[in-house]
Nanobody, 126 residues
Framework: QVQLVESGGGLVQAGDSLRLSCVAS????????MAWFRQAPGKEREFVAA????????NYADSVKGRFTISRDNAKNTVYLQMNGLKPEDTAVYYC???????????????????WGQGTQVTVSS
């Protein structure tokens, strides 16, 4: 059974930084893409960033490009989301996700992701 456990969320001020972590278990971590999504109250869950199975390719939502960085450490079964220059509109529950299939792509659609973590709250005050 694949399990994803996020950590690192919290309450910060605008302009601050946070690093989220997601530890995966239950299968060979390095064989699968990983992604971060977020969901604000009353809004749809939206794509934030994805990284390919080897870490060589990344994909970002326009709203976070240049501020957020996704990375992975396959030896630690962990994917990270470094968030700099946080804005109040970044406030959301952040979810780690991974597809149910092996591929070299970095999909943006939540329908491509089969496994999800429980989420970690990020709140940015102005």
């Amino acid at each position: 059974q694949v399990q994803l456990v996020e950590s690192g969320g919290g309450l910060v001020q605008a302009g601050d930084s946070l690093r989220l972590s997601c530890v995966a278990s239950g299968r060979t971590f390095g064989d699968y893409a990983m992604a971060w999504f977020r969901q604000a109250p009353g809004k749809e869950r939206e794509f934030v960033a994805a990284v390919s199975r080897g870490g060589g390719a990344t994909n970002y939502a326009d709203s976070v490009k240049g501020r957020f960085t996704i990375s992975r450490d396959n030896a630690k079964n962990t994917v990270y989301l470094q968030m700099n220059g946080l804005k109040p509109e970044d406030t959301a529950v952040y979810y780690c996700a991974t597809p149910g299939y092996r591929a070299w792509s970095t999909p943006r659609s939540k329908e491509e992701y089969h496994y999800w973590g429980q989420g970690t709250q990020v709140t940015v005050s102005s």
